[in-house]
């Protein structure tokens, strides 16, 4: 810890001597955005130069003596004024001038400012990423990471000021939809000319003006030339047997975008959109979460704490093709088919120490792990633009998906071997239409269907032990859950000066069923043990009007929705329907203090039917140790969600800050009743009208330190929940949980051919729960630093140093110490890439942590990926 802490000290070692001129330009008008701001010396000689920022904001670091030179400020509209700097005396090493320009007396055509890092054009900011790349980007999801004001999240998915995009555009047409992914982690970094960050957007051209849009999008605009017809193909081998070998295409003109994959490796990379090794849902599958049918049984835990980096141990084969044809003059017509397959391997264990009910006792279990995924993913869609004031849109989508997976298991001594086989379909046909009947009027409705199931079976021998007193036992489990949905909706937009009214008005119908059996063979006679036939429907009407007003200082919008639900559930025992009347109100108020920075305040009330893995009522064995069950009641489950933000963007100045306070109460949920021993683990979950909340804050800090050359990034999390359950037949616990996570970024160039950058976080779990007048707490501390060194010697060559830094558990001194490595050499007619690639070469072979939930305290381990050397090549076309 000592040497990481001396090591962020200097970085931040720098001479403390400087002087700084800072001011305001400014008209009869008010401020002026990118002004020219030049120091000269006597001889007119231009050796310094800024721009203004958004507020007519300029400042400069002097970086010789003061008496020989003069501030100058001038632009095509205004008459120049200069400033001898040896009139004026510096305070404290800083100096203000500020300026009020005379206009000139003539018409100014519009000036394009070249070479900027960043320009605004209304709602759009474009970014140079030359002025933003170290040099080891390679494909466009690297390039963003650099950018002020984006983040892009482990699973691939881009947000924008805050928000998730809606789109990320190539050249302003949409080729990967929500499969964007695909694009920003094989498209080279090397096609990108600018990067367009986009708000208020909307996909629907006839709606602009009509529609209050909170969304963002990214468009990512290629150099011209270097894309009618180009591409790369990249062959690697290391020791090992390690591979790592893809090919992309793409091609673009007035008429037709494609780009097109083929991939494959076993060095631990995802270069997909999809993530079955965490069963994390991609950016597509979590849009259409609602018609997707759940996976009941487990499928193996790969997840870790240090990510994915060294425990991927994978083999994956990845292709996919995008191709977009402009028909007509306005339509559009898009094809999309992917295909996926991968082998995951996992060896790990655990101890558990668990403390329930009084009780006191200890759980170990050894787990040999493989997984294999398969996926088929097809998408088609047609827009006809061709009529001015009439578009129509259909989108189709075809998901099919296999696993397989396989476990060698050692519960507390019993030896089992387990084996899960899953499909999931998914079919949605969509068809949309606007009407603009004039320019402050627009209709729009759409229809959608869409049918989802997934069929599990789970197997185990020898079987697993239920009831010892009983010598009842399960081998076998089957589960099929299914859901079919129709939705059909009408819109109506209209505007009355800065008001904006949209009304809604749609009908939804959903079937979600659920069989299942769990079975043991007795005497050469399979028994069935518990069966679920569970179907719930569910109607709803909806009507909801929707009020925005905006202007320079605030904005508000209120929405309230009327809906009548008519649901029903039947179990094989049971038989509940639910008829209700509610509203569903929301608003969202925005105030503006500047161009740069505003808070905003929401509220909304949600009341929604339960999800339906809540609505089955008997057992379902998830895995060799673990069953479910529920306790159904069809009841409207309420969610009140509060949330105040404040936050500050200035990309000129590469700023971004930002701070929040969020708050949800339900006064009615699904809780867990708990029945856990050395072998097994039963989980219910319960309706009661009992309240949980949940509270916290968040802030995010990004700044460019220009006297110091660096960028420092703040993010932090604190989050309070307070809910309540029941473990080992004890009585109601209340529990409550803390989470603490916050992460520092520095980014650096040190001297010209080298930078470096600097990631260190710090979380914090913590647990407290009561029962019979006890109180129990569980606590985990860990700590993680990530340095990264860029050096580029000369043009074509450059290395990049990775040591990552873990220490798992704070309370003990078991640290780790990764390192990576690459060297890349670049052929002077940039054909061929030559690179030399490390991993993990300190050489771990297996990674411990610690877990706590409220009643247990886990130690686990697991294997990594070993340490290789690769040799590649790349080759662009």
């Not at 759009?124 to 030359?130: A, D, G, I, K, S």
């Not at 759980?363 to 004031?389: C, G, H, I, M, W």
């Not at 269907?449 to 007193?469: A, F, G, M």
């Amino acid at each position: 810890m000592k040497k990481y802490f001396i090591l962020i000290m200097l970085w931040f070692y720098l001479p403390a001597f400087s002087q700084v001129i800072s001011g305001t330009v400014q008209d009869s008008s008010g401020v002026i955005p990118m002004a020219p701001v030049m120091l000269k010396a006597r001889n007119n000689v231009v050796l310094q130069f800024t721009r203004t920022d958004d507020n007519g904001y300029y400042r400069i670091e002097l970086k010789q003596p003061k008496d020989s030179l003069f501030l100058e400020v001038s632009t095509l509209s205004h008459h120049p004024q200069a400033f001898a700097l040896k009139d004026y005396t510096f305070s404290n090493n800083s100096l203000k001038i500020n300026v009020t320009l005379r206009e000139k007396p003539i018409m100014l055509q519009e000036v394009v400012i070249d070479n900027a890092p960043i320009v605004r054009k209304k709602d759009t900011l474009e970014f140079n990423p030359e002025k933003f790349k170290d040099g080891s980007e390679k494909v466009i999801e690297d390039v963003l990471k650099k950018l002020p004001g984006v983040v892009v999240e482990d699973t691939g998915e881009i947000k924008y000021k805050g928000k998730p995009i809606k789109k990320m555009l190539l050249d302003g047409d949409d080729l990967f939809d929500a499969n964007y992914v695909t694009g920003s982690r094989n498209i080279s970094a090397d096609m990108i000319d600018k990067v367009q960050g986009i708000e208020n957007y909307d996909d629907n051209s006839l709606l602009k003006g009509l529609r209050d849009s909170d969304d963002t999008a990214l468009n990512i605009v290629l150099k011209k030339g270097k894309t009618d017809f180009s591409g790369t193909a990249t062959l690697g081998h290391g020791a090992e047997s390690r591979y790592d070998g893809a090919v992309t295409a793409m091609m673009i003109n007035k008429k037709i975008k494609g780009f097109g994959l083929a991939s494959y490796n076993n060095t631990g990379q995802n270069n997909t959109p999809y993530d079955f090794m965490n069963a994390t849902p991609s950016v597509a599958d979590r849009r259409n979460e609602l018609f997707k049918a759940p996976a009941v049984l487990e499928e193996g835990n790969f997840t870790s704490v240090i990510g994915d980096r060294y425990t991927r141990r994978n083999n994956n084969f990845f292709t996919s093709i995008n191709t977009l044809h402009k028909l007509g003059s306005q339509s559009v017509f898009k094809a999309d088919l992917s295909v996926y397959n991968d082998k995951f391997t996992r060896m790990a264990q655990d101890v558990s120490v668990i403390t329930a009910a009084g009780e006191t006792f200890t759980t170990r279990n050894t787990n040999d792990l493989v997984k294999r995924p398969q996926l088929l993913v097809a998408d088609v869609s047609y827009a006809n633009k061709e009529k001015e004031k009439f578009h129509w849109e259909y989108v189709g989508q075809l998901n099919y998906n296999r696993r397989e997976f396989d476990e060698n298991s050692n519960n507390n001594g019993l030896l089992q071997q387990s084996r899960v086989r899953s499909e999931h379909y998914l079919t949605i046909n969509e068809l949309k239409a606007t009407y603009k009947i004039n320019d402050r009027h627009a209709l729009t409705g759409s229809l959608l269907y869409s049918n989802s199931h997934s069929p599990q079976r789970l197997n185990i021998n020898p079987p697993t032990v239920i009831n010892v007193s009983e010598g009842t036992s399960s081998d076998s489990q089957q589960s099929t859950f299914s859901k079919e949905a129709i939705v059909a909706g009408i819109s109506y937009f209209t505007q009355f000066g800065n008001v904006l009214v949209a009304m809604f008005a749609d009908y939804s119908r959903g079937i979600k069923e659920l069989r299942s059996d769990l079975s043991s063979v007795l005497q050469d006679n399979q028994q069935t043990l518990y069966s679920n036939a569970m179907r719930n429907t569910t109607e709803n009407a909806g009507f909801e009007n929707v009020f925005s007003y905006k202007n320079e200082r605030y904005s508000l919008v209120f929405r309230c929705g009327l809906n009548y639900t008519r649901a029903s559930l039947k179990n094989l025992s049971d038989e509940q329907n639910l008829e209700q009347l509610f509203l569903t109100p929301k608003v969202k108020a925005n105030y503006f203090f500047n161009k740069n920075s505003k808070a905003t305040f929401t509220y909304a009330l949600q009341q929604e039917t339960p999800d339906e893995n809540n609505l089955f009522s008997n057992i379902i064995q998830t895995n060799y140790r673990s069953f479910i069950s529920n306790s159904p009641q069809l009841d409207l489950i309420k969610k009140h969600a509060f949330n105040l933000d404040y936050s500050y963007s200035n990309s000129f100045d590469m700023n971004q800050y930002g701070a929040g306070i969020y708050y949800t109460y339900r006064p009615a949920n699904y809780f867990f009743e708990t029945q856990v021993n050395r072998d097994i683990v039963v989980a219910n979950t319960f309706y009661a009208p009992i309240g949980s909340t949940n509270f916290g804050t968040t802030l995010r800090v990004e700044e460019y330190f220009h006297p110091i050359r660096t960028t420092v990034g703040l993010t932090s999390q604190l989050n309070f929940s307070l809910y309540s359950n029941i473990v080992n037949n004890s009585e109601l616990r209340d529990v409550r949980s803390t989470n603490f996570v916050t992460s520092l970024l520095l980014r650096k160039r040190i001297i010209k051919p080298i930078s470096a950058e600097q990631n260190v976080s710090y979380l914090r779990n913590g647990f407290r729960s009561e029962y019979d007048s006890t109180e129990t707490k569980n606590t985990f501390e860990s700590f993680t630093a990530q340095t990264k060194m860029i050096i580029k010697p000369i043009k074509n060559l450059q290395a990049i140093v990775t040591g990552n830094f873990y220490a798992p558990d704070l309370s003990v001194n078991a640290n780790y110490f990764f390192m990576d490595a690459e060297a890349t050499y670049t052929s002077s007619n940039k054909k061929f890439t030559y690179a030399l690639v490390g991993r993990n070469l300190t050489g771990y072979k297996t990674f411990s942590t610690v877990a706590v939930s409220d009643y247990s305290t886990t130690s686990g381990s697991h294997n990594l990926l070993e340490r290789f050397l690769l040799v590649k090549i790349t080759f662009g076309f």
